[in-house]
């Protein structure tokens, strides 16, 4: 079993910046992928980022303003937002996918976390 808990949302001004934090216990989280995803207001839920071992990928609309990075001696997984715009107002989730794949698909991904709101005001 992994537990996630996700902190750092809030509310933040368009044109602003947050970061949010994943917090892992229960499994040393290394070698697994690590994944954000986001759902808003009554859409479905869409990835984000994903870090893994060999490398990390960011939803393709979103590159340039959000990063995502870990460090592995905390067991935690970061979201760097940048550049925020109220599109961006979500519920924002972390994931884990235990096989560690380049995974996109929210099906993919065995454990979650309770999620952290994310609301940006224009």
């Known amino acids: 079993q992994v537990q996630l808990v996700e902190s750092g949302g809030g509310l933040v001004q368009a044109g602003g910046s947050l970061r949010l934090s994943c917090a892992a216990s229960?499994?040393?989280?290394?070698?697994?992928?690590m994944a954000w995803f986001r759902q808003a207001p009554g859409k479905e839920r869409e990835f984000t980022a994903n870090i893994r071992g060999s490398g990390s990928s960011v939803a393709n609309s979103l590159k340039g303003r959000f990063t995502i990075s870990r460090d592995n001696a905390k067991n935690t997984v970061y979201l760097q937002m940048d550049s925020l715009k109220p599109e961006d107002t979500a519920v924002y989730f972390c994931a884990v996918d235990i096989q560690g794949r380049n995974a996109w698909n929210q099906y993919e991904y065995e454990y979650w976390g309770q999620g952290t709101q994310v609301t940006v005001s224009s």
């Open positions: 229960g499994r040393t989280i290394s070698s697994y992928t």
